[in-house]
């Protein structure tokens, strides 16, 4: 009997029957499929209604797990009597009924025994139970017979603890009792007219477990059982210890802890500290963070959890995502794929019904059944990021790519590269089948840099370009960015006709003959260098003889530098002079840039630099073997352009500090201000007039060459206006103006944020404001900057002053204010 839906099971079963549940990392009908073989019944109807096809695919016909099956369908609720008689024409022996969705070991070859002995047309399996009043109580005389049956009954009518099971042994003549196409019960009908037609009707108390998983406390209590070994089912993987199973391929860091009872399923990684405590089932697939601590916890297959997570006493679904310090409280129940931002609190007895998301930082303390913030956007700041092969999988790349192609002429081309790593070379493979299938060719770069990817796209043949990287604030995450034929970040326009086609899946498919193709693109690196080297004065770059420290970071920059280098006649030390992605996983920006000015020091180098490994930022060290800061190194290269240019544009964001304005007025040029956003730095230096653009990330635009980030053309331009100049970079920094601006951040829920900035610009009233990105206050001395966060429910607060504690009082005191706004 496998047509129940399991309503008090839900979320858990509201996109699965619940028979496919799972039981120890098996569904609950597999465990009942080997009971029925373990004692003899190999010929299996299966009676099926809600999500059959979740069934027929599992099982098919039965032979894997060493039956025969055939399947019943009931296209309206027949009931439990019913279900049987649309079944009956492969009924015409004696044959068991048994629900496909308990737990149990009973004693199958004694019922039946029992049931010859007694020459029964029908024998019920009894059980004795603490609390019957969920179940049918049967009434027996001494010889077994059956005298009556309570359907549900109150304390009252308790006058027995056997209840009926569910499971029969019956006789082909039953049938004369069940009439047709109509929905009948056995309990409230057909035992009752086999009783009043004094036909032999038998109890037997059998001996073994059941439970009958309706609710989700039965269903960790079951578990439970199954951990305590107080019923016979199989469990999957190998004793590591008493009461502790563990999965083909499982992994456990050395420092993790296993207490146990606990079944770890295939394939499961738990990292360094992580805790499994007792009662716990890992799904297969499952990835458990550091630090993470699950109790008296059932995780189905395919779970992602960040490090620091909390679980106790929670159910959570198939491929359920919950990011890092997410914590969730006894009884929470997590439907399948659900999404739980970092440091989320899910509160006791909260059921998250499945495909929704709980954001970042939010306190849940009711379920959440129809609610959902809606769909994450696809765009964020960095183009599309997420963690590979979970949130960035090949499958959603493919359809992402025929998204894009979709946007763009049939048998145009577009040019594509990737990082080192294999997670960039997976996607990109899957982007050129989604790119290929919509009729748009790839041009292929194979390994590259970003720069030298969007210089590919400007220069050449291409309507746009995509890169796929590690994300470098995060290494177990990747980065997808797509390019229009500029060679910069597609405009928020272009992402949102991408995202409607994604989500719609409004693809264009090619025909056969009109499938794209893949080819490569000869003397790119070539065609780079000579373009940068006609921008600035390569002879006097040579003739200035400069020595420098370099630090590629493992990156592509190895793949570029080699032919600039070769240009620029300077003495040149390299750290990390080649591309490997482990390396890159493991270094520290930080240090590697400590590093680099320790060399600087002991070789007497002009400056020191480390380039990040997608060739986009740049780090600075100058002479002396001081570490600029990313606003330090701003000012310094806007100090070393506006001086040099005159009436120079330079486009600065509008959390720019106050000493740029200082700078450009002083030498007469003009400040373009422009969102924080990188994408919308890179379209106002894209405009034309524009000299000079930066980012407070250590990213630097030199329009004339590349209207878009590139740490080599940033190296390059500051060795060429060096070279005019007799003075090095620590005597040029040593004017620079101290820089104090502190940055808060205020967790802010979606619906509030649109109160938060009206508050705060209606209380910003006859004061100086810039309206270009958020709220900006102007002080005398510095400014406050409001700015609600794109991506996540955070709102930002950038604040300048005089001094590091004047910043930070002033930045705090705003944060007072919006958290104020929110109450």
């Not at 080649?578 to 270094?587: D, E, G, L, N």
């Not at 990313?630 to 000012?635: H, I, M």
Request: hydrophobic share 45%.
């Amino acid at each position: 009997m496998a047509g129940g839906e399991g309503t008090r099971l839900r979320p858990l079963t509201s996109n699965q029957p619940k028979p496919m549940l799972p039981m120890a990392n098996r569904p609950m009908m597999e465990h009942v499929v080997n009971l029925l073989r373990q004692h003899g019944f190999e010929d299996i109807v299966v009676t099926v209604a809600f999500m059959a096809n979740a069934i027929r695919s599992y099982f098919g016909d039965g032979s894997e797990f060493g039956v025969r099956m055939v399947y019943a369908t009931e296209e309206t609720p027949l009931g439990t009597a019913g279900s049987v008689r649309n079944a009956r024409d492969e009924l015409d022996e004696r044959f068991v009924v048994i629900s496909g969705d308990v737990l149990t070991d009973l004693d199958l070859t004694s019922l039946v025994a029992r049931h010859e002995s007694k020459g029964a047309l029908a024998t019920i399996a009894l059980k004795a139970v603490e609390n019957p009043l969920e179940f049918g109580i049967v009434i027996t005389r001494e010889d077994g017979s059956i005298d009556r049956f309570l359907e549900k009954p109150t304390w009252g009518q308790v006058f027995s603890d056997t209840i009926n099971t569910g499971i029969y042994v019956l006789e082909p003549e039953i049938f004369d009792f069940i009439p047709e196409g109509r929905a009948v019960d056995f309990s409230e009908e057909v035992f009752p007219a086999v009783l009043e037609a004094e036909k032999p009707l038998f109890g037997y108390v059998a001996g073994g477990y059941w439970e009958d998983v309706g609710t989700l406390d039965a269903y960790l209590r079951a578990h439970q059982d199954i951990l305590d070994e107080n019923v016979a089912v199989q469990v999957s993987g190998f004793a590591l210890r008493p009461g502790v199973w563990l999965g083909k391929g499982a992994e456990l860091d050395p420092t993790s802890e296993v207490r146990g009872p606990v079944i770890i399923g295939d394939n499961c990684h738990v990292g360094a500290g992580g805790v499994l405590g007792e009662y716990c089932v890992i799904g297969a697939n499952a990835r458990i963070g550091d630090n993470a601590s699950l109790e008296r916890t059932v995780v189905h297959d395919n779970l992602f959890m960040g490090a620091g997570v909390r679980l106790d006493g929670c159910v959570i679904g198939r491929s359920c995502d919950l990011r890092q310090g997410v914590r969730c409280e006894e009884g929470v129940v997590l439907g399948d794929e659900s999404f739980v931002g970092a440091h989320a609190v899910i509160k006791s007895g909260v059921k998250v019904y499945p495909f929704k998301t709980v954001e970042a930082g939010a306190i849940v303390n009711t379920s959440i059944v129809w609610e959902s913030r809606g769909a994450r956007t696809l765009f964020g700041r960095m183009g599309i990021t997420g963690l590979a092969n979970v949130d960035i999988s090949p499958e959603l790349v493919m359809r992402l790519s025929m998204a894009w192609a979709s946007t763009l002429e049939k048998g145009s081309t577009i040019t594509a590269s990737r990082d080192t790593s294999r997670a960039a070379r997976v996607l990109k493979r899957a982007m050129f089948v989604g790119c290929n299938a919509a009729g748009v060719n790839v041009e292929d770069l194979e390994v590259a840099t970003v720069p030298v990817t969007r210089f590919q796209v400007r220069s050449g043949r291409s309507l746009g370009g995509i890169t796929v990287r590690l994300f470098e604030q995060d290494t177990q995450s990747v980065m997808i960015r797509f390019f229009d034929q500029d060679g910069i970040d597609i405009a928020e326009p272009a992402q949102r006709k991408i995202e409607r086609l994604y989500h719609r899946e409004e693809f264009r498919r090619a025909l056969a003959s009109e499938i794209g193709d893949i080819g490569y693109a000869p003397r790119a690196l070539e065609l780079y260098t000579a373009a940068l080297s006609d921008t600035v004065d390569v002879d006097a770059i040579a003739r200035a003889g400069f020595k420098m420290v370099l630090d590629y970071s493992f990156g592509t920059s190895s793949f570029v530098m080699p032919n600039v280098l070769a240009k620029l006649g300077a003495e040149v030390l390299v750290v990390n002079p080649y591309a490997a992605t482990a390396a890159v996983m493991a270094s520290d920006p930080r240090a590697a840039a400590e590093h680099v000015a320790d060399l600087v020091r002991a070789s007497g180098a002009h400056l020191g630099a480390v380039i990040d490994p997608g060739g986009e930022n740049l780090t600075l060290v100058d002479d002396e073997g001081k570490v600029f800061s990313d606003n330090q190194a701003l000012l310094l290269l806007l100090d070393l352009v506006v001086s040099r240019t005159r009436h120079a544009r330079v486009a600065l964001p509008v959390a720019a500090p106050m000493a740029a304005e200082h700078i450009c007025t002083e030498a007469g040029a003009e400040i373009m201000w422009t969102k924080l956003s990188a994408t919308h730095l890179m379209e106002v230096a894209s405009t034309g007039g524009v000299t000079f653009a930066a980012i407070q990330m250590g990213g630097y635009i030199f329009p004339r060459f590349l209207p878009a980030f590139d740490g080599v053309a940033t190296l390059v331009h500051l060795l060429g206006m060096l070279a005019r100049t007799d003075e090095r970079l620590s005597k040029l920094a040593s004017r620079l103006p101290p820089i104090h601006i502190v940055h808060e951040e205020i967790v802010t829920p979606w619906e509030q944020k649109g109160t938060v900035m009206r508050t705060t610009v209606e209380r910003a009233q006859g004061r100086d404001v810039v309206l270009v990105d958020g709220v900006k206050l102007l002080e005398p001395d510095g400014w406050t900057l409001v700015v609600p966060d794109p991506e996540e429910p955070v709102t930002h607060v950038w604040a300048e002053a005089p001094s590091e504690a004047e910043a930070r009082t002033r930045a705090q005191e705003q944060a007072i204010r919006i958290r104020q706004m929110m109450q």
